[in-house]
């Protein structure tokens, strides 16, 4: 059975760019979530979905974040545009339902924004 | 918001020793779950243990949880070199919540 999928697996763009990051799940996983994690911290939640739908985004800075599930399958995050403090790596999980069982993390995407 | 909180930060051991982190956490949980990081990698789960649990095993993990004092420890028994990374602590409340990590546990094992 694949794992979660992402891409990139590095990014480095300049700050005021746009960045977008690309998360497939676990095929049958309902649940999909973005973390975020900056150095010697634990991941932070960004969004979680169920399904389609975002059922979780009050950590997410909607200024300039922005994501989508569409057909409650793959996943995009958008962050247009990035800032120096938006340098972190990037975590997609999914689960069957992460309250109540254990969350499949892909490899991550590294962000550098210079 | 990080609810859970690792102790040590950071712990430094010998090849066959073993390994206890500990993690407190402030409200009421359905379960709470454990995690490995590589550096550089995603997180991997070990184990999770339900609130009216009070111990689980897998392999040289031993997960204790005690509800009454909000808090969990884990524990690698004979630890291996590849036993180095960081470990975390999460919390969930409930089906439909997120879980909540913790700052982790960084974990040396020297030969």
């Known amino acids: 059975e694949a794992g979660v999928v992402q891409s990139p697996r590095y990014k480095i763009i300049e700050k005021k760019q746009p960045v977008a990051f690309w998360c497939n799940p676990i095929s049958g996983h309902n649940t999909l979530y973005w973390y975020l994690q900056n150095l010697g911290q634990g991941p932070e939640l960004l969004i979680r979905y169920e399904n389609e739908e975002a059922v979780d985004d009050s950590q997410l800075p909607k200024d300039r974040f922005s994501a989508e599930r569409l057909k409650g399958v793959d996943s995009t995050l958008k962050i247009q545009p990035a800032e120096l403090g938006d340098s972190a790596v990037y975590l997609c999980?999914?689960?069957?339902?992460?309250?109540?069982?254990?969350?499949?993390f892909g490899p991550g995407t590294r962000l550098t924004v210079t | 918001s990080q609810q859970g909180e690792e102790d040590p930060q950071a712990l430094s051991i010998q090849e066959g020793e073993n390994a206890t982190m500990n993690c407190s956490y402030k409200?009421?949980?359905?379960?709470l779950q454990w995690y490995r990081q590589n550096s550089g990698r995603g997180l991997v789960h070990l184990i999770l243990i339900r609130s009216n649990e009070r111990e689980k095993h897998s392999g040289r993990l031993r997960v204790t949880l005690d509800t009454s004092k909000k808090s969990s420890s884990l524990l690698i028994t004979a630890s291996r070199a590849a036993d180095t990374a960081s470990y975390f602590c999460?919390?969930?409340?409930?089906?439909?919540?997120?879980?909540?990590f913790g700052k982790g546990t960084s974990l040396l094992v020297t030969p």
């Open positions: 409200t009421s949980i359905n379960n």
């Open positions: 999460a919390t969930s409340r409930n089906s439909g919540y997120a879980l909540n």
């Open positions: 999980a999914s689960s069957l339902d992460g309250g109540l069982y254990e969350q499949y």
